[in-house]
């Protein structure tokens, strides 16, 4: 379970011009160089006041950390919010380690709005807004829905309701390829129908998608949806990486946990599926190479690139791979033979989903370089490492 927040930006009482320059690319960027990337200093300016505040909420997450991380190393300021439901501050401590620089943490918890208000007030400066903050186990939000609403759906109206007092927001979401369902056409396009939610998580990722299109429809917020396929691996450094909350419901924490001996076995979820070997097929992307791909869609916005007012890209790699190709390239890069036995299929589960990448490749202009392989070796060196 994955629960964090967003902000509310609270700009009333600001004099214009700030609040002008709190989401406005064009000034925002004033002391760039925008040929070396963002948040770079030109040498005109080498005023650090001048760095562009991101906020990450989630930011002490799996995804979040290692976005934190790519923003930081690209010379962005960060402000995490995070309420440490499924995180540990201790991933701080890690993300210094990569880069050597801090970024502010404060803990909020999204759903206060009055503590998010506060948060805007106190920062208000910000250029833009990446949210990861969200609960994300499919299982816990069949039995606890209420909790997926308010947490995933509640703190992104709150945080827009602040973003409107804006003249210009920046804003990134996190979504999921789980919106396609069993998409008709592999690979899946970003034009692939949306399918019913099968679940109360599934469900706040299509809602969330439907509520920032309506907004971003009326006002000044620029907005870029992403949807993740299955994020793996860890960062290089094994200085962060995933961190499982009780048994891993997802594949591959569940395969490096085994490997390392806390679990006696995986249970594969079915061998009689329509597929090469029997097995599901994932499009696993590696992590560090989903933070860039949000660093690049920030900088689009921060940049003005984006063509529309909200944007939808498709993250995988573009390659689909079974369960059971899975096991065998952990088993390579391990060394070590995974135990694991053939169960019966899980309910809800799609048959075969990967990415078309084109539009991500073309348009965004950011591509997924590491392999299964390179995914499953940093995964592994992170289970080892924080086993001791
Ligand atoms: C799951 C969620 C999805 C969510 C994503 C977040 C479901 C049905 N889907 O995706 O909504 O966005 O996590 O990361 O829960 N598998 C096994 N044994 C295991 C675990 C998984 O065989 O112990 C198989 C699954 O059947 C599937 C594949 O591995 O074929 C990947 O599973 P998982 O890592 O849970 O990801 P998704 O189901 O694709």
């Known amino acids: 379970m994955l629960r ?3 902000p509310d930006f609270f700009i009333g009482s600001l004099d214009p011009a700030f609040r002008y320059n709190l989401f406005s690319p064009k000034k925002a960027q004033k002391g760039f160089s925008l040929q070396s990337g963002l948040g770079h200093r030109n040498k005109k300016n080498n005023n650090t006041k001048n760095t562009m505040k991101i906020v990450v909420t989630g930011g002490l997450g799996f995804i979040g950390s290692h976005t934190v991380v790519e923003l930081q190393n690209v010379g962005y300021e960060v402000i995490i919010i995070d309420n440490l439901s499924n995180s540990s501050e201790d991933v701080l401590k890690g993300i ?9 943490f404060e803990k909020i918890d999204l759903r206060e709005k009055e503590a ?3 948060f805007f007030k106190k920062y208000n400066d910000v250029s833009g807004i990446i949210h990861f903050a969200a609960s994300k186990a499919v ?10 609403y308010e947490n995933n759906i509640n703190t992104l109206v709150y945080l827009l309701q602040e973003l409107l007092q804006k003249d210009e ?9 789980t919106v396609y369902g069993q998409a008709e056409k592999m690979p899946i396009t970003e034009n692939a129908s949306i399918q019913p939610a099968v679940s109360p998580y599934g469900n706040t990722k299509q809602i969330g998608e439907e509520i920032i299109t309506d907004v971003v429809n009326v006002s000044n917020i620029n907005a870029i949806l992403l949807r993740y396929f299955n994020p793996i691996g860890a960062h290089p450094t094994a200085e962060i990486g995933e961190l499982p909350i009780g048994v891993p419901q997802n594949l591959v924490p569940f395969i490096t946990q085994t490997g390392a001996g806390l679990r006696k076995e995986l249970s594969v979820y079915g061998d009689d599926y329509p597929t090469t070997d029997g097995t599901c097929i994932r ?4 992590v560090v190479d989903l933070a860039k791909a949000h660093v690049t869609a920030l900088q689009r916005l921060l940049n003005k690139k984006n063509v529309e007012k909200i944007e939808t890209f498709n993250l995988g790699t573009g390659t689909g791979s079974s369960v059971l190709e899975v096991i065998q390239t952990f088993e390579k890069v391990s060394g070590k033979p995974l135990p694991y036995k053939i169960v019966d299929r899980r309910e809800g589960d799609v048959i075969s989903a990967y990415a078309n990448t084109d539009k991500a490749n073309e348009v965004l202009g950011w591509k997924a370089h590491s392999t299964l392989e390179e995914s499953l070796t940093s995964a ?3 289970q080892q490492k924080i086993n001791g």
């Open 4 to 6: 964090l927040f967003a």
């Open 96 to 104: 210094i380690a990569i880069t050597g620089k801090t970024p502010i």
């Open 116 to 118: 998010v208000r506060d």
């Open 139 to 148: 299982g816990e939000s069949v039995q606890n829905p209420l909790l997926y």
């Open 169 to 177: 927001a920046s804003f990134i979401f996190s979504s999921s390829c």
């Open 283 to 286: 499009d696993y992307i590696h």
């Open 380 to 382: 592994w060196k992170w």
